[in-house]
């Protein structure tokens, strides 16, 4: 299988400033639209990127203005005006801070709504979740609620705490409960976890946790800083073994098995085309996220201290020259070092990723090891019969 995506003629490469599609794409059918409306949060926890000397000394407190909001939302639509359907997603810092601007943006997306089906999500660290009165707000909304939790209070209670080192779990729980007990089959369809991986871990413990919390679906990940503390700990080697998260029992799941066989063309005939390889995205074709200071930014994972990802902002739009820039200095750099790699196609290295992109550096590295792992567990799993099954069944369009 990994000799398939060495072959030159399994991927077909084009530009993406020169694609009509693209261009459409950008323009009209944009999906998600993500706002930053806060930068203040009322947790500080240990793994945060904000948890560093600079941010503790100037806390950055800086908010969305109505203003900003609307003309995100007025450039948004514009720009998504045939999709059927489009997400509107509040982030920060710690949005439930600000409910009362989360309603008034929900009134103004349905004042000057072009015709599309809403879908509003949310991401919350979940203190603030015991407002029954916004949570009714949200279910009415039909929210989809993304809460940081870490699983049972020995791990979520070692990083996750406030801002004076009082512990959240118990908080948080309580707050779940209190929802699943109001709103049983909300809870279940529209409630997602993020869970941050710290070591010590135990994943049997974490995965019997969520399981019996039923939760629909985890995003389960472990931070830059926790893989440099393994591969300090353990050494390289060991660290391969030490940070594989995804173990058995979680690759199981149907969402996990169908996204790999898509994601990898398992079993299509036709050559993809895609723009730039790995995972990198079309910038502002699908999203675009807004800060607190109105500028443009091809995702909310990007660094915002660095220009290269600011595509423009809400007053004068999307700058072309910007994208185009972004797309020159980025297709060289994958060029020089992703071409010739067999995991270009399976690659999940993205913007996000950009600077730690070499391909003979530890970056790579660990990732093609890590691929390769994972194309040997596909293998597994279709050796099982309900996997196989569940693979078969997967439609590649």
């Known amino acids: 299988m990994r000799n398939l995506y060495e072959t030159p003629d399994f991927i077909c490469y084009q530009q993406i400033k020169d694609d009509y599609n693209y261009e459409y794409k950008k323009n009209n059918t944009q999906k998600i639209l993500v706002l930053s409306i ?13 948890n560093d000397q600079n941010y503790i000394a100037a806390p950055r407190n800086n908010e969305m203005t109505e203003e900003i909001m609307k003309k995100a939302i007025d450039l948004f639509y514009n720009h998504s005006k045939y999709s059927e359907i489009v997400a509107i997603s509040f982030y920060g ?8 601007f989360v309603k008034k943006s929900v009134e103004y997306a349905y004042e000057t709504n072009l015709g599309q089906i809403i879908q509003f999500t949310i991401t919350t660290n979940g203190l603030l979740l015991d407002d029954m009165e916004f949570v009714d707000f949200m279910v009415k909304n039909n929210f989809i609620i993304t809460v940081s939790y870490d699983g049972p209070e020995c791990l979520h209670d070692r990083y996750r ?44 413990l974490l995965y019997s946790f969520f399981k019996d919390l039923d939760a629909s679906y985890l995003d389960i990940r472990m931070t830059d800083r926790f893989r440099e503390y393994l591969k300090h700990q353990y050494g390289e080697t060991e660290f391969q073994k030490e940070s594989t998260v995804d173990n058995i029992s979680l690759k199981m799941q149907v969402d996990y098995v169908a996204q790999f066989k898509r994601y990898t063309f ?4 036709s050559t993809p085309n895609v723009g730039l390889g790995c995972s990198f995205c079309n910038p502002a074709e699908r999203k675009i996220f807004v800060n607190c200071s109105g500028k443009i930014y091809i995702c909310e994972r990007v660094d915002e201290k660095d220009d290269n990802y600011c595509i423009g902002d ?7 020259r910007k994208i185009s820039s972004l797309w020159e200095k980025t297709s060289k750099k994958i060029k020089d070092n992703c071409f010739h790699c067999w995991a270009i196609r399976l690659c999940k290295s993205c913007f996000v990723h950009e600077d730690k992109i070499e391909f003979n550096g530890e970056y790579c590295k660990n990732m093609r090891r890590k691929l390769q792992d994972e194309l040997q567990q596909y293998l597994l799993l279709n050796e099982n019969v309900e996997c196989k099954l569940i693979l078969d069944n997967v439609t590649l369009d």
């Open 314 to 320: 809400v007053w004068t739009g999307i700058d072309e």
């Open 266 to 269: 398992i079993g299509k005939t």
């Open 93 to 100: 810092g710690e949005p439930l801070l600000r409910k009362d």
């Open 38 to 50: 806060t930068e203040r949060c009322n947790m500080f926890c240990e793994y945060c990127c904000y």
């Open 161 to 204: 705490k406030t801002r004076d080192g009082k512990a959240t779990y118990n908080v948080i729980t309580k707050n779940l409960k209190k929802i699943a007990d109001k709103y049983p089959d909300f809870f279940k369809s529209n409630f997602r976890f993020n869970v941050v991986v710290a070591p010590p871990y135990n994943i049997s």
